[in-house]
């Protein structure tokens, strides 16, 4: 035979989804999801039996931890000890077990995830409420299997004799499947076994009545009435966890937050981590101190709060962004007949009552066997005393033990059974009184088998002997709830003002893009004037605000885009300081720039709407609130044309009309209601029609007949022309003149194009700004009052050459 014909063919994927499936099931089954009945892992199970069969009970005294795996690995559990040690922590840790299945006695780890001692310092024996899961185990209640090495047998489950299931929880991942059952009360649960028996028909509604939900060890405020709900119809659900706090006045006015609970699995050092840590970043305003007074009465975490701090808030600001509130997902996943299921609280329930129905059953065999065994020995015993003397000199006349059993056999009608129990009979026994009390024992053995027979024949006898003993255990463990619960899930809200204080600042935006925040303090010791801002060399300050730190900032692009900045982002600076640009604060585009920034203290103001004018004409009306957002990102504001840019947004109620102007000196003035409101990515209407070769210059609100309207050309020419003189029209029209430019060989040209214009009610200061950087001031009473299609005057020196570029008020 060659090598070739020694193997086979197989191919890799089925060879390897093969050995994967038997790993699977092999984990599933046998390591980290629990069995319905009993509630327990396969670890964990052997940890218990291991220590009841060894004798280890609540009655005795403390054994060494070392001995317990030892007996584990080395019987039923051939894993690392590690792994065994690890089971038997969780189980005699009371913030992780809601009824502890381990005493133990040492250092068993902390709340704060201190490890547990090594096993060889760590001492253990089962609690009082692990006998309860192991009691009648010896009374062929549950299977049992061999072990590893066949050397010995194991339980397959155990009788559990309460639901631990629901009871202790259990969490574990698996291949493909992972479990999350959270802890219950014991009282509860038992009354809802109760009630299941009584009623198997139950709504989920009525058992929702007795089971309000889960009972965490570490108490804390449950929420999500529905979340609870979910999880009980189908097995997944989610609620929220909150810590049990309260805020207590201390002297001098202040505050502190006091949290005696905290959430279920949360670990207690790095909650107080992260709190301290809150603190140390200054990310909340307001608190002092962080510390942990723990001890033995119980948990105690203290928050202490600066004076005038706002407790409410920076309550509301640490729910939200620590453990102090978790979010629990419930994934009811057990083992059900060796296959993995997802379950509602009654299926549970149900899987219990009935594995409880076997083990109630087996049981009842068995002590009935004993019984009528014992009976029948004692029927045996009676009758040979009644024929004392006749038994006795059968006995002599034997040869031996076993010829004294047969001829008892044959001569009186004894089962082998009873004549042995005859021949191993003491001779005290043979007394009257010995036979009265044989006789009374005969009659209450009688009564018993009839008690057990009754048991087997009626299923509600059965279950009002499950219904008794779960009633016992209920009065013996029961424990008064620990966590409350809550129907609705209260939001978390979190001002501003906690995380920020409120303060006044300025922040101005240069030409080039540089962006700063000062404070008042840093302006007044500069001087206090606005137009000795820092800037970089060639650079110019475009933006001055007076804003609070509390407030956001909505920066409009050329290019249609905004971004929602608030103040406090932007960085601070002194006055003096230049600044750091833009795009370190927003993502803007290279080759985009900002045309406006509104200041915006709420965006729920039902009034006010923002108002964009486009280079081509187009006007959009918007409401303020659409422009709300939690992104940081380049957000669309406006939609716009080909070759069209945003040269102006304003935030307006909707009362004035609007003038524009263009660059050939075209102007139009029209009720801004016109414009009708449309959705945020909308693209407008047409404000103006414009010429080929004309665009949109300037853009003014105004309203009456009050006041002038000063235009500007790039030569720097102005002119002013009375308010009165524009008609209000219909939106879209072509307008009416604002400015007649003049050319000649003879003749100065005032300007080749508008620069700006503006609405002047009274003498205004305007700058002049050329497009080398040279700012020129002028003021607007010194510009010619003349009709709308006049020539103006000349009020900035300006040429093609040196032209102004726009015109704005000084800050």
């Known amino acids: 035979m060659s090598m070739s014909e020694q193997f086979l063919p197989a191919f890799l994927e089925e060879v390897v989804g093969d050995r994967f499936g038997r790993y699977s099931k092999y984990i599933i089954q046998d390591r980290a999801i629990p069995d319905v009945r009993d509630g327990l892992k396969p670890v964990q199970r052997r940890i218990l039996y291991a220590m009841y069969d060894a004798g280890n009970t609540p009655d005795k005294t403390y054994r060494k931890s070392a001995k317990t795996v030892g007996d584990v690995m080395g019987n039923y559990h051939p894993h690392g000890d590690s792994s065994i040690y690890e089971g038997m922590v969780r189980m005699a840790q009371p913030w992780k077990m809601g009824h502890v299945l381990i005493d133990g006695h040492g250092n068993w780890g902390s709340m704060d995830d201190d490890p547990a001692a090594a096993m060889r310092y760590t001492e253990a024996r089962l609690s009082k409420i692990a006998m309860e899961l192991l009691r009648d185990i010896e009374k062929r209640t549950v299977q049992f299997k061999d072990n590893f090495d066949n050397t010995t047998k194991e339980p397959v489950v155990l009788p559990a004799r309460y639901p631990n299931l629901l009871v202790n929880g259990v969490s574990g991942i698996s291949s493909g499947f992972a479990t999350e059952i959270p802890p219950h009360n014991l009282r509860e649960i038992i009354d809802a076994c109760i009630a299941v028996m009584d009623n198997a028909d139950i709504s989920l509604e009525q058992l929702m009545s007795i089971v309000a939900g889960p009972d965490f060890p570490t108490g804390g405020i449950i929420m999500g009435g529905e979340g609870i709900r979910d999880a009980y119809q189908t097995g997944k659900g989610r609620i929220y966890i909150r810590s049990r706090t309260a805020i207590e006045e201390v002297r001098g006015g202040r505050k502190q937050i006091v949290i005696t609970e905290i959430p279920y699995q949360v670990v207690k050092s790095r909650l107080v981590t992260a709190m301290e840590n809150i603190r140390l970043e200054k990310k909340v305003e307001g608190i002092s101190e962080v510390r942990d007074e723990s001890g033995r009465d119980g948990m105690r975490i203290v928050i202490e709060l600066k004076k005038e701090a706002d407790a409410e808030g920076i309550l509301a600001y640490l729910l939200k962004k620590t453990d102090l509130q978790v979010t629990y997902n419930f994934n009811m996943v057990a083992i059900v007949n060796k296959t993995p299921k997802q379950l509602g609280l009654k299926e549970m329930l149900a899987a219990y009552i009935a594995h409880q129905k076997e083990v109630v059953t087996y049981r009842t065999q068995f002590d009935l066997e004993k019984a009528e065994d014992r009976a029948h020995v004692l029927e045996g015993l009676v009758k040979a005393l009644n024929l004392l003397d006749e038994v006795i000199a ?167 885009f905004y971004f929602l900045l608030p103040v406090h982002q932007i960085p601070e600076f002194k006055w003096k300081d230049a600044g750091t640009a833009l795009v370190n604060v927003v993502p803007l585009a290279k080759d985009d720039s900002i045309v406006s920034i509104i200041p915006v203290k709420s965006f729920e103001q039902a009034e006010q709407s923002l108002v964009f004018i486009t280079r081509r004409g187009q006007v959009k009306r918007t409401e303020l609130k659409d422009y709300y957002t939690t992104r940081s990102t380049a957000i669309v504001a406006c939609k716009l044309g080909e070759h069209d840019e945003v040269i102006k947004v304003a935030m307006s109620d909707g009362s004035k009309d609007i003038l524009l102007v263009s660059s050939q000196g075209m102007s139009i003035r029209f009720a801004e209601r016109e414009v009708s409101t449309m959705g945020r990515v909308s693209g407008g209407v047409k404000g103006i029609q414009l010429k080929e070769g004309d665009d949109v210059a300037a853009a003014d609100w105004v309203e009456g007949d009050e006041g002038e309207v000063l235009v500007v050309s790039d030569h720097g020419y102005a002119k002013r022309s009375l308010l009165l003189d524009y008609p209000v029209q219909g939106r879209g029209g072509k307008g009416v003149i604002t400015f007649e430019f003049k050319e000649g060989k003879r003749i100065k040209p005032n300007g080749d194009r508008i620069v700006g214009a503006m609405h002047c009610l009274e003498d205004r200061l305007i700058l002049a700004v050329k497009e080398n950087g040279q700012m020129l001031e002028f003021h607007s009473d010194k510009a010619p009052l003349e009709e709308r299609k006049s020539t103006g005057r000349q009020m900035v020196q300006a040429d093609r050459k040196e032209p102004v570029l726009y015109i704005q008020e000084p800050f």
């Open 394 to 560: 059968t006995i002599k006349a034997s040869k031996n033990r076993q010829d004294a059993q047969k001829n008892l056999v044959d001569k009186f009608d004894f089962t082998e059974r009873q004549a042995d129990a005859i021949l191993t009979l003491q001779l005290y026994r043979l007394t009257n009184l010995e036979i009265t009390s044989l006789e009374k024992e005969l009659k209450s053995l009688a009564k018993q088998i009839a008690y057990l027979q009754s048991i087997l024949a009626s299923e509600k006898k059965l279950l009002g002997v499950i219904k008794d003993e779960l009633t016992e255990i209920r009065g013996s463990y029961g424990i008064d709830r620990r966590s409350d619960i809550r129907s609705e899930v209260e939001e978390l809200k979190v001002n501003l003002e906690v995380m920020v204080t409120p303060e006044e600042v300025l922040v101005t935006l240069s030409r080039d893009g540089y962006i700063k925040r000062t404070g008042m303090l840093s302006f007044t010791r500069s001087g206090g004037e606005r137009h000795t801002s820092g800037i970089k060399e060639g650079d110019m300050i475009r933006h001055v605000l007076e804003v609070n730190t509390i407030e956001n900032l909505l920066l409009f692009s050329r290019k249609g």
